[in-house]
């Protein structure tokens, strides 16, 4: 057996990242990874070249590629003409995916509208599951009655006002190892947006909700992006708590994400404006992503020191960028990875740890003295 050759077993330990002997042999059977050879005992040898593929492989399905989009990456050479060809079949493959997830969206909202019901639709909830065993739908009369069978569980909706918090419980996945404000933090984001699935792209660092709570108490400067933001935070306790909000894109015709990316970059007095943020401030960022992105570059310079980021810019290729650079900076975040974002979602995050210090009272009227005292 030649000295510099590894067994499968070396080999796997090797590579790492949870690579088994039966994942590196259904490899070959794909034929993402050439046949080694074999030792007069019949035993696969893998070389240092081996170590490499299998490690790119690794790397790539960890970001999320599929085995056959990997293979595809893996044949061709940076330098080679067919990376043309290779772009436009990754994109028949990307538009594939969005097929599937469309498929399986159907599939959820289907499931949603049965799991989602409260206990007010149970009863005729339960009639309905039955009858769907029992359905004949070989028939147009048979797909009218599928529709009468949901016509039935809607009629029930206008009976009461919908729970949220109880449709949540059955649909969210098991949180119980996170604490009771990051439980609620969750539920809010999912609220914002109607999507469940958003669940597991939510990112916060383990500090992020001491570090929101001790810089909110102390009337903490609040910095957002840009007006669109600041116009959908919980004012009154934000008030109440004595944070100030501070628009860096301070134009109020400015109201979409592209708007906010193409302003940031033309006037540079607002790159001065982030760079000039109060130490132990809360940066909340819901449109622009190079808002973001120089937000990152400020902290690693050392330049800006915000006690919490709160990252949520949209875009298809600097705000998934923008977020893991956000969450290498070694300082509390809460982000959304990859382009999922928006200014509602980058506000509902604020709001909801505003809310875990303040229970909203019966009246307001306290705080309105306060801002009544504000504006005079």
Request: aromatic share 4%; with cysteine; charged share 20%.
């Amino acid at each position: 057996m030649n000295a510099s050759c590894l067994t499968i077993k070396e080999l796997t330990d090797a590579v790492g990242g949870g690579l088994t002997p039966r994942m590196v042999r259904h490899y070959h059977q794909l034929g993402l990874l050439p046949q080694p050879v074999r030792s007069p005992s019949n035993y696969r040898l893998y070389t240092k070249k081996d170590v490499l593929r299998l490690q790119r492989i690794v790397a790539l399905k960890q970001q999320g590629f599929q085995l056959n989009h990997i293979r595809n990456i893996l044949e061709v050479e940076p330098e080679a003409d067919t990376t043309v060809n290779l772009m436009g079949q990754l994109q028949q493959q990307y538009r594939a995916v969005m097929q599937q997830i469309s498929q399986l969206r159907q599939t959820a909202s289907a499931l949603e509208g049965l799991l989602g019901r409260d206990r007010h639709c149970q009863i005729i909830q339960a009639e309905v599951l039955a009858q769907l065993k029992l359905l004949d739908v070989e028939t147009q009369a048979g797909l009218g009655g599928l529709e009468n069978l949901w016509s039935g569980l809607d009629a029930e909706i206008h009976t009461h006002s919908e729970a949220f918090t109880e449709s949540l419980q059955r649909l969210l996945p098991d949180l119980s190892h996170r604490s009771e404000i990051e439980q609620h933090l969750i539920s809010q984001l999912v609220l914002a947006c109607g999507d469940v699935s958003l669940v597991s792209f939510i990112k916060l660092s383990r500090d992020a909700i001491a570090a929101s709570r001790e810089a909110l108490s102390s009337s903490c400067q609040i910095v957002v992006d840009t007006q669109t933001v600041a116009a959908a935070l919980d004012q009154t306790r934000l008030l109440h708590l004595g944070c100030r909000i501070e628009t860096l894109i301070d134009n109020p015709h400015i109201t979409t994400a592209t708007e906010a990316e193409l302003a940031f970059w033309q006037h540079r007095e607002w790159l001065e404006k982030l760079q000039q943020v109060s130490k132990g401030c809360v940066l909340v960022v819901g449109y622009a992503p190079s808002v973001l992105l120089e937000a990152s570059v400020a902290i690693a310079n050392q330049k800006i020191q915000p006690a919490l980021v709160i990252g949520m810019p949209i875009g298809f290729s600097h705000a998934p960028a923008a977020k893991r650079q956000l969450m290498q900076q070694g300082i509390p975040f809460i982000t959304v990875e990859g382009t999922l974002g928006g200014g509602a979602l980058a506000a509902t995050a604020l709001n909801a740890l505003v809310e875990s210090l303040i229970d909203k009272p019966d009246c307001h009227c306290y705080l309105k003295n306060l801002v009544d005292s504000a504006e005079c």
